[in-house]
């Protein structure tokens, strides 16, 4: 029930762009993660907050890379393969290692 009073308040109606109410709809998105515009009573567009459209972006960047994975280790049954904490010990690395690392930020 809650999942249907959250998605009919979400449903804006896209007169309201016309009556100069766009800042009123867009200030919305700080305490919702997405708006419906309609038009003629069915949806037309979505409105993302910045940070459900980053959280979208980085499930579907997840998947894309276990999709690969997967795909990856499918095709792979006829050569050898090597567990993580093998190839950790091979190149010296420990998991403190790995926690006192710095993020890079690649452009």
Known sequence: MAFTTEMLNSLIPITQFNKGQASRIFDRLHTERQ???????SPSA?????????????????????????ERLANSSDKPSLSFDTVMSNLG??????????DIVIE
Request: net charge negative.
């Open 93 to 102: 690395i420990s998991e403190q290692d790995l926690g006192d690392a710095e």
């Open 35 to 41: 708006l419906i515009v309609l038009k003629n009573n």
């Open 46 to 70: 979505v409105i993302l907050s910045p940070e459900e459209y980053a959280r979208l972006s980085e499930i579907e960047e997840d998947y894309m890379l276990l999709t690969e994975a997967t």
